[in-house]
């Protein structure tokens, strides 16, 4: 019969129209801003850099490699080494990230910085609302807008964040017994603060 | 001057009307037009209105892929794949992976292989839903089939966020297995969402599959023959509506298709129609092998140790990937030189080639009938252009 086919369609509309009142499943649009839903823990938009301890300056973990400026995809993070050394939240002097920089609009949250960063310094953000009406200054990053703490880090994605504590407490435990055997031999005149850079990082992987 | 007589100025006239009515027209459809899936331009001539030639124009969302893959790492062009077809992003990581998996010798983990089916059948999943409702919205269905559509599509993408971080750009496989393992309790929402789908496919089918108006929009409308199929290099859903048996999944079994039961849906006459119908028979195969996989998932490694993410250098020599992506044929072809950066890499994108035969359909259509046939080759700009 013609429009047997068209009638049977109708009762599918109809069906999915009422049942959005009774069920959940066929009503799955959220009111926002108002109503948000809940961020997944691998959610990742943009990176921030970690610190550790109260003072975001000296507990940087970034040391200025520039790794992750050479593995980004579209170039979007601009460092400028320091010339000197400072101490950073472990008590190793290094060095530190003079200028760290990072193109809100250019950057397109691959999150490859995150993967061959060694030092487990920059990690990928969950704040997703980061329009701005100034297209030059508000959205070119520096470091101080960038850096956040490690409890924001542990807030966002606590699983990761657990497992990257539990491997940097490793390494400053080994760290720290190595400083101790130089100590108590005394042969080697370095003081616990000439460790090399890099030698207490493993590979992320 | 010569006087003309009344009589003779009257034919004079009517020749100039018919020569009016005969005349062709020109008119370009797009670039802006949803119709088009994306910035592309069919320029159309016209017979009244019926077609007859068209010429596709391209490139006006060329963003260079294949130049900056070339200079910048492997594992940077990466996150670049997932913008090719970005609908089906984690295919395109899968092609893209597999051919430097082939070109270094890599092993996968058995655990990632599943993984990798399991992401990629998803994406097949939501490829073609919303294909299907695009392709009702263009016929003129308004809204709500592509709503439907887009509303298992969003279930399927929050798999992927809470998988990769991401909707769409995923950025998820890696050389040798895949970034993170899966999280928590997502196996088990996983097999919540296959088990429910099935009761959209056949409210899709309530909904669309005897629609009059629909078949009378659909059959026997654009019938792209087989031999011309063939001859074209068409791949995917498309080169299977016209009854060619042909799928990279059950030819090359590349990852672990050899271990899944499945059939392979073949159309018969190659028309609008046939090319709707196997969209939907081919998601109700990618749940059989979703099921199967779910099941048979083993615990273990997600990548191989030997690969190095960092400093990434195959040996030299070159190799052709491919896998069957939503859209057809999706294949990587690298030519690496022993340096960190491939020499030549190129993509043979389905979404271009699949178009070539545009014209073949639509000639002698109307330019209605023109948009739904455009609409059934599924394309994505991002591919087609690269």
């Known amino acids: 019969m013609l429009g047997e086919g068209i009638a049977k369609g109708l009762v599918e509309t109809a069906r999915n129209f009422f049942g959005s009142y009774f069920t959940k499943d066929r009503l799955t649009t959220v009111q926002y801003p108002e109503e948000r839903l809940p961020q997944f823990e691998a959610a990742r938009n943009f990176p921030f850099l970690v610190y550790d301890g109260g003072d975001w300056q000296a507990g940087l973990r970034c040391v200025g490699c520039q790794i992750c400026e050479k593995e980004c995809p579209p170039k979007c993070i601009y460092i400028e080494k320091s010339k000197d050394k400072k101490p950073d939240a472990v008590g190793k002097l290094q060095f530190y990230p003079a200028v760290f920089n990072i193109d809100v609009s250019v950057c397109m949250s691959c999150q490859i910085c995150v993967e061959v960063c060694p030092f487990e310094a920059i990690k990928m953000d969950t704040e997703f609302e980061l329009s701005t009406d100034d297209r030059f200054g508000g959205l070119l990053w520096d470091k101080a807008q960038l850096a956040k703490s490690n409890e924001h880090y542990r807030k966002i994605h606590p699983t990761e964040a657990a497992e990257v504590d539990a491997r940097l407490a490793e390494e400053k435990a080994k760290v720290d017994a190595k400083v101790k055997a130089a100590a108590e031999n005394k042969t080697t005149p370095t003081s616990p603060g000439a460790v090399q850079p890099g030698s207490g990082a493993s590979s992320t992987q | ?386």
Request: aromatic share 8%.
């Open chain 2, 1 to 386: 001057m010569e006087m003309i007589a009344p009589e003779d100025q009257r034919t004079a006239q009517s020749a100039a009307t018919a020569k009016s009515e005969d005349a062709l027209l020109d008119i370009s459809l797009g670039p802006h037009h949803p119709s088009t899936h994306g910035v592309f331009r069919m320029d159309v001539v016209l017979d009244g209105e019926r077609v007859v030639k068209l010429k596709p124009v391209f490139g006006y969302l060329h963003r260079n892929h294949e130049k900056i893959a070339e200079s910048v790492s492997y594992l940077a062009s990466m996150p670049y794949t997932d913008r090719l077809d970005y609908m089906c992003s984690l295919t395109n990581n899968w092609a893209y992976a597999l051919t430097v998996e082939k070109l270094a010798g890599i092993q996968v983990p058995e655990r990632a292989e599943y993984i990798r089916v399991i992401t990629a059948e998803l994406t097949r999943l939501q490829n073609h839903a919303s294909t299907i409702g695009f392709l009702m919205q263009e016929m003129g269905a308004s809204g709500t089939p592509l709503m439907y559509a887009f509303r298992e599509r969003e279930i399927i993408l929050d798999l992927f966020e809470s998988l990769t971080g991401s909707r769409m750009m995923s950025n998820y496989m890696r050389f040798g297995g895949c970034r993170v393992d899966l999280p928590y309790g997502w196996l088990k929402q996983t097999e919540k969402v296959v088990a429910e789908f099935p009761r959209f496919l056949d409210e899709f089918e309530r909904l669309l599959s005897s629609n009059e108006i629909l078949l009378a929009r659909t059959q026997g409308v654009g019938v792209l023959s087989k031999k011309l199929a063939i001859q074209g290099g068409i791949t995917g859903p498309m080169l299977r509506a016209s009854g060619v048996n042909y799928d990279i999944r059950k030819v090359d079994k590349y990852g672990i298709y050899d271990r899944f039961d499945f059939r392979v849906p073949i159309g018969e006459h190659g028309d609008v129609y046939d090319r709707f119908m196997i969209r939907l028979l081919e998601m109700r195969e990618s749940l059989k092998i979703l099921t199967q996989a779910l099941r048979d998932i083993t615990a273990g490694p997600i990548m191989d140790t030997k690969t190095k993410i960092r400093g990434f250098r195959p040996k030299a020599g070159e190799a052709y990937g491919r896998i069957e992506s939503p859209k057809g044929e999706l294949g990587f072809f690298l030519i690496s030189d022993g340096s960190p950066q491939p020499y030549r890499y190129r993509v043979r994108p389905p979404s271009l080639i699949n178009l070539t035969v545009l014209e073949d359909m639509c000639l002698g259509a109307s330019v209605a009938d023109t948009v739904v046939i455009f609409g059934t080759v599924d394309i994505v700009l991002g591919e087609v252009d690269r």
